[in-house]
């Protein structure tokens, strides 16, 4: 089984309204679909360019007002899925709900069907700034080209998540991130290769460049797409399958093959996922296995 991916490094840029926004987005849309993508990833925070649109009195717009961009943001990548046949993985989208903030990424399906995670790992500088409220719930995603997981930025660098995912059944992992700086960004960058290693997973990761001048904290962004595999002989040997030029405005595209995947757990130079010590830590397959059967026998 074999999925071919496409990363967006979006460029962000002051623009003055919803239909530049939505241009933008067709661009980088049709871009994949030229080359064949059957899943296209989008960075975290991307439609904070919709905050540098400005009220009609020509005010900044605050994180508290991107929630009003919702529908919008829903209709068109759920075009954009539906049109093109892809699956979209349209970045993160600020949603509000309980008058809490939420950074929640979407997985936009060719049926028109639209799934949601939140991010569940919220940074210092979220809350302070933004004020933003962290997810409660882990979820992994059926498609015909298998089963994923979507992680966003600080997610990443927590290994038990992607152990959780994983166990669920989980082949690719899409990260979708935002970073001002270098530091920020290689953390990002170097805990996606130490998940890959550690369970044998492919990692599909992007970030935002470019800057908002009249966004707060959104005024510097530094970053790069690139599809990260395990470090084993069927792989290149930096586990690193694609990447972008960074902090430019482009696509990157890379065809996954999961029966690699399979090999390398079963016969690998190593053998990081059947090499567990379950003795020692949490089985999270074991975990998954008992909360599956618990739902069968109460169904």
Same mark, same amino acid.
């Given at each position: *089984?074999?999925?071919?991916?496409?990363?967006?490094?979006?460029?962000?840029? /002051?623009?003055?309204?919803?239909? %530049?926004?939505? !241009?933008?987005? &067709? @661009?980088?849309?049709?871009?994949?679909?030229?080359?064949?993508?059957?899943?296209?990833?989008?960075?975290? $925070?991307?439609?904070?360019?919709?905050?540098?649109?400005?009220?009609? @009195?020509?005010?900044?717009? /605050? =994180?508290?007002? #991107?929630?009003?961009?919702?529908?919008?943001?829903?209709?068109?990548?759920? /075009?954009?899925?539906?049109?093109?046949?892809?699956?979209?993985?349209?970045?993160?989208?600020?949603?509000?709900?309980?008058?809490?903030?939420?950074?929640? !990424? @979407?997985?936009?399906?060719?049926?028109?069907?639209?799934?949601?995670?939140?991010?569940?790992?919220?940074?210092?500088? &979220?809350?302070?700034?933004?004020?933003?409220?962290?997810?409660?719930?882990?979820?992994?995603?059926?498609?015909?080209?298998?089963? =994923? !997981?979507?992680?966003?930025?600080?997610?990443? &660098? $927590?290994?038990?998540?992607?152990? *959780?995912?994983?166990?669920?059944?989980?082949?690719?992992?899409?990260?979708?991130?935002?970073?001002?700086?270098?530091?920020?960004?290689?953390?990002?960058?170097?805990?996606? @290769?130490?998940?890959? =290693?550690?369970?044998?997973?492919?990692?599909? #990761?992007?970030? /935002?460049?470019?800057? #908002?001048?009249?966004?707060?904290?959104?005024?510097?962004?530094?970053?790069?797409?690139?599809?990260?595999?395990?470090?084993?002989?069927?792989?290149?040997?930096?586990?690193? *399958?694609?990447?972008?030029?960074?902090?430019?405005? *482009?696509?990157?595209?890379?065809?996954?093959?999961?029966?690699?995947?399979? %090999?390398?757990?079963?016969?690998g130079s190593v053998t990081t996922w059947r090499d567990r010590r379950t003795d020692l830590y949490t089985d999270w397959e074991e975990v998954e296995r008992a909360k599956?059967?618990?739902? !069968?026998?109460?169904?």
């Amino acid at each position: *089984m074999k999925m071919r991916v496409s990363a967006v490094q979006y460029h962000l840029h /002051t623009i003055k309204s919803f239909e %530049e926004f939505a !241009a933008q987005c &067709e @661009h980088y849309i049709k871009t994949a679909q030229e080359y064949g993508s059957e899943f296209v990833l989008f960075p975290e $925070f991307f439609t904070t360019q919709l905050l540098s649109i400005g009220s009609e @009195h020509e005010t900044s717009l /605050t =994180i508290n007002e #991107l929630p009003g961009f919702t529908d919008q943001y829903l209709d068109l990548f759920q /075009t954009f899925a539906i049109k093109t046949g892809m699956h979209i993985i349209g970045g993160t989208h600020i949603i509000s709900r309980n008058g809490k903030l939420y950074n929640v !990424a @979407h997985l936009f399906y060719p049926n028109g069907r639209i799934e949601e995670q939140a991010k569940l790992h919220i940074t210092p500088s &979220e809350i302070q700034e933004w004020n933003m409220s962290a997810g409660d719930d882990f979820r992994v995603f059926d498609t015909e080209k298998g089963r =994923i !997981a979507l992680l966003t930025c600080y997610d990443i &660098e $927590f290994p038990e998540i992607v152990r *959780m995912a994983k166990a669920k059944g989980a082949n690719v992992i899409f990260c979708p991130s935002c970073t001002d700086e270098r530091h920020g960004f290689h953390r990002v960058r170097y805990t996606s @290769h130490a998940r890959a =290693i550690e369970n044998q997973v492919y990692v599909v #990761l992007t970030g /935002t460049v470019g800057s #908002l001048p009249t966004v707060d904290f959104m005024r510097a962004n530094f970053g790069q797409a690139a599809v990260i595999t395990p470090n084993d002989i069927p792989f290149p040997p930096k586990g690193l *399958m694609v990447e972008g030029e960074l902090n430019n405005d *482009m696509v990157v595209t890379a065809d996954l093959d999961l029966n690699l995947l399979y %090999e390398v757990r079963e016969r690998g130079s190593v053998t990081t996922w059947r090499d567990r010590r379950t003795d020692l830590y949490t089985d999270w397959e074991e975990v998954e296995r008992a909360k599956q059967s618990k739902i !069968a026998w109460n169904d």
